[in-house]
């Protein structure tokens, strides 16, 4: 193929996808493409986490791709890995529920929720908080459950301001 034969087929178009840009090319253009094909075309991610992310959920919910549980564990787990809490929130849950191929693992999403939760994500505290709460892949400890609850509650999450209510009156407060 000629150098300027190449140029012709290598325009690349910019889409934007939920909270992330993806680099839309033909076929024929990128030997990047080869690791995620999208309807005649390769939607590849970058090397932005929330890209990547945004991509999962594209697998998890077949919107633009065809379904895929597996390809959506891939990417959710590069962008949980790079540090975004998100990922690693959502990630967490594939592992509390056992979602595609991964097995229903406990301390595998207290893990995840965790580094969620160190970075201030609400929800993730709060889930965590029930696994201290339940001893579910953790060591039982409700004081430990109450500080992340109390730290979800102060972001407006009203289930752990409850859950910290329904606690004190049982006198589970060490």
């Known amino acids: 193929m000629k150098k300027y034969q190449f140029l012709v087929y290598a325009v690349v178009f910019v889409v934007t996808v939920f909270a992330g840009v993806y680099t839309v090319a033909p076929k024929i253009v990128s030997w990047q493409a080869q690791s995620c094909p999208v309807a005649g075309y390769f939607l590849c991610p ?14 998890v919910n077949g919107r633009g791709v065809e379904q895929s549980d597996a390809k959506a564990v891939r990417f959710m ?11 690693q929130y959502d990630l ?21 929720w ?8 609400a929800q993730a505290q ?7 709460f339940k001893g579910e892949g953790v060591e039982q400890s409700y004081k430990t459950a109450a500080g992340l609850w109390l730290k979800a509650g102060k972001q407006g999450v009203t289930k752990a301001q409850d859950a910290i209510k329904g606690m004190l ?5 060490h």
């Open 46 to 59: 970058s090397s932005d986490p929330a890209q990547e992310y945004a991509l999962a959920v594209r697998y």
């Open 92 to 112: 967490g849950l594939f592992y509390y529920n056992g979602y595609g191929p991964l097995k229903q693992n406990y301390a595998q999403a207290a893990h995840w």
């Open 126 to 132: 709060y889930n965590l908080g029930l696994l201290y």
């Open 77 to 87: 787990q590069g962008a949980a890995e790079a540090g975004y809490a998100r990922a």
């Open 114 to 121: 965790s580094k969620a939760a160190d970075q201030g994500f």
């Open 169 to 173: 009156p049982q006198g589970q407060d």
